[in-house]
């Protein structure tokens, strides 16, 4: 009797595999995006949120909104330890049902923004509940990276971890644009009245809907290849017994596990400052030392950040041929050597306004080059037991003390020395030092097998 050809059944296993790896990125992509999109919306509405819960009658508006900025740092000083607990139990237990927790945990938290009593309400508690709802964003932020990129490069096809890996940096760009596009058009369509009386509130109560796709979406992911690999070869109990092929697998020397996070925030450190000071604090500093317009400022970001978003996607495929090492290699130099001539060439009256927008759009996409293959990056670093906790810590890490400390780092240190080039100074430090870190990088480790 014949046997089926093979052909259908292969092309069939092949069509499911591919199916599971765009819903692995999907899934994965759709966390960072609403994380994102809070972070820009508390941003954009950080005077409104001041007024109603930093500020009691009669208080310093200053003051309120310093408290606001305060609040918004703390979340990124949570992410670290969010990034070792949650990284700990996705490498225990699964990467699916730790994303379904945080995406529950970042939902809720953000909605909840939107529904909280003012200070007006209930007095001296609001500005307390504001910031532990901050707190929980920050701890569920911290567990998002570390999944979601564990979840995108272990699903990703043979050759492809760089391009699925960069989705991850490119949401950040969709975040933002998103809330920065909700904000505004409730600006636009609300009087001043009533976007401070209750309009404030939509943007975070948008959450819910949308941590509820981003929930239904992991319920059904199934868990990666690599994972259900690790904790099958490490199942040591008798065939047949109750917890045969559920142990978890075993882990690394700890020592080994700190170096490469050490290493691996050294490598992102450029990606981070640069990105930070480019991207997030841009606006103010050429408000605060160039005396820009909001308006000038505000083109300047859009532009800074559409030269970074272009550059993602194609770095990310980039490095899947040339390898990591190369692309984020050339983002590094050129920001270390080119950060300077562009800010100058911005600071500069009689720049063409053009030549202002290339400058920007060249900064912007230079980060683009670190951030594309970045995620790809940090996942190869780690093996299966210790990737989720080892990749998390390590961004989380540098975001923290790069990213989470840039504006005040630049902000005091243009008062103190009265040096306008300072934001160059500071990027272009971070990415010599990531250079260096990137030079260990084999040439090949993207084509190797993820561990």
Known sequence: MLSPAPGPVRSSAAAARRAGSRRALLAGCVGNFIEWYEFGVYGYLATVIAAHFFTPEGGSEVEGLVKTYASFALAFFFRPVGAAVFGRLGDRIGRRPTLVLVICLMTGATTLIGALPTYATIGAAAPWLLTLLRIVQGLSAGGEFGGAVSVMTESAPPGRRGRYGAWQSFTVALGLLAGAGTTALLATVLTPSALNDWGWRVPFLLTLPLGLAALWLRVRLDETPAFVSAVTAAAVAPAGGPSAGRRPPRRPPAGETVRAVALGAGRVMGWSAAGYTFLVVLPSYLQNTLNATFQQALVATVLANLGFAAAILPAGALSDRLGRRTVMLAGALLVAVLALPLLNLVQDP???????GAALFAAGAAVGLMAGPGPAMLSEMFPTTVRYTGLG??????????????GLIITRAVAWTGDADIPAYYAAAACAVSAAALLTLRGDDHERALR
Do not use: D, E, I, M
Not at 350 to 356: D, E, I, R, S
């Open 350 to 356: 009689g720049t063409p306004l053009y030549a202002k």
């Open 393 to 406: 810590l390590a961004y989380a890490l540098s975001n923290a003390v790069f990213s989470g400390c840039a």
